[in-house]
């Protein structure tokens, strides 16, 4: 390659695999006989979706079939594409198909998940002809966003972030190819970092630092230089993406866990990652509401007074708040006694018939309503020993001995079962 060429070629084009074997990662796919390895081995393409994070391969691994398949390789951008591009790649691959050579046709859609129904539709004739291989890429669930028919039509293959062994060979291979000066131990690490697990956002980064350390005549990259040119690391983070509920999944599930390091790290990733503190003080609450319950009910107030001092400190003085109401609740005693209960009860209405409510439960509020007993023989509990009703029924006919809330033996809901036991043994007494 001439020095003009280099120059002025892209890093991220000079870096592109060619072969299969020079791909960087995916090797629980594409290692020696593993599933897309012997895909391409075949000879046979077939149509598939690509689901994974940015920057781990999806559109190389797709030039890299059709190149496999000597295909025409068409590219359609789901972001700003439309029909008009599907009916244009199907003129292409029937002319492909009926030339002087024949050749096959693979049509690669990038972010395939922001077709619509109509849009993805539009590609089930041509696929189920045989007339072009399908091959979409996508960052989202292809379960909740590729329709159902082509999903069906397509294996769907999981790309894992690059990790940190396949990211420090895309900086050798950088070094190597004589883009950028010695990079020293300290500042690979904090590249790796802050690479995430996405080449592309490494390769780009790196093209920055060439840039800059040319501008410098700098011989060597270190820790220090490399903060002074990227500034405040930042991090990938996709608000409306599966990421953010992987995280947000996480950190509910270590305050459920009793793990306040985790729950600890989980909030912060989020903070890192931009969330917004009111969100996670929404779902701090929701944690304390659901998995602490009446073991503990100061988990719900703490998470409530949190959520009221982040609104008057805001950030990032506001978030400390919140920090320690999610340790509280992963320490705190768990239970989803009532959450339990509440659902299946819900569940049982909706369910069940309308039962009446039974007459001595009623108001009577006129003459006409006590004439036909409503209210008639109820108790007043506070003029019972005790203030308790012992004997006295509240669920509606054939539902008497029916029970849904069965407190833990963990924090107050201990006590909370001795009361309960102790109110229905007066009960059997008086039955």
């Known amino acids: 390659m001439s020095p003009t060429a280099t120059t002025h070629t892209p890093l991220a084009e000079r ?14 796919l594409l290692g020696e006989g593993m599933p897309l390895r012997l895909a391409f081995e075949s000879g046979q393409p077939h149509s598939c979706i690509l689901w994974g994070p940015p920057g781990v391969g999806k559109t190389t691994i797709a030039r890299l079939m059709a190149d496999a398949f000597d295909a025409q390789f068409i590219t ?31 049509v690669f859609v990038d972010e395939v998940h922001r077709f619509n129904k109509s849009q993805q539709d539009a590609f089930l004739p041509h696929v189920e002809s045989g007339l072009f291989t399908f091959v979409g890429a996508t960052t989202e669930n292809p379960s909740f966003e ?7 039509r397509a294996a769907v293959y999981v790309l894992r972030p690059l990790d940190e062994a396949d990211l420090r060979e895309i900086l050798r291979r950088s070094s190597a190819n004589r883009s950028l000066p010695a990079i020293e131990d300290e500042a690979a690490q904090r590249l790796v970092a802050y690479a995430d697990g996405d080449a592309r956002r ?21 820790a220090a230089w490399l903060l002074k040119v990227l500034g405040e690391r930042l991090r990938r983070y996709d608000k409306g993406g599966e990421q953010f509920y992987d995280t947000i999944s996480a950190l509910h599930k270590s305050v459920r866990g009793s793990d306040p390091d985790a729950a600890l790290y989980w909030f912060v990733r989020m903070l890192d990652g931009g969330a917004d503190p009111r969100y996670l003080a929404r779902r701090l609450i929701r944690m304390a509401a659901e998995d602490i319950g009446l073991a503990d009910p100061r988990a719900l107030r703490l998470a409530l007074d949190a959520a009221e001092v982040y609104e008057r400190l805001g950030s990032p003085e506001g978030e400390l708040a919140l920090a320690e109401c999610a340790v509280y609740l992963a320490v705190a005693p768990k239970s989803n006694a009532v959450y339990k209960a509440f659902n299946e009860v819900k569940a049982f209405v909706k369910a069940d018939g309308s039962r009446p409510v039974p007459l001595h439960l009623r108001n009577a509020p006129t003459a006409l309503m006590k004439q036909l007993d409503y209210g008639r023989d109820y108790r007043y509990a506070h003029d ?32 909370i079962g001795e009361r309960l036991a102790q109110l229905r043994a007066l009960n059997n007494q008086n039955n």
Do not use: C, M
């Open 15 to 28: 870096l592109r695999p060619r072969t299969l074997a020079e791909v960087v990662g995916q090797r629980h």
């Open 384 to 415: 019972e020993p005790g203030g308790f009703a012992a004997g006295e029924r509240y669920l509606p006919e054939g539902l008497e001995d029916r029970r849904w809330y069965e407190p833990v033996d963990r924090g107050l809901e201990i006590r």
């Open 76 to 106: 359609i951008s789901a972001v700003l594409g439309g029909v008009k591009d599907i009916r244009e790649a199907v003129e292409r691959a029937e002319a492909a198909r009926s030339g002087l050579t024949p050749q096959r046709t693979l």
């Open 202 to 222: 490494l390769i780009n980064t790196l093209e920055t630092l060439a840039v800059a350390a040319a501008r410098e005549r700098r011989e060597r990259i270190d």
């Open 146 to 152: 590729v329709n159902a028919a082509l999903l069906s």
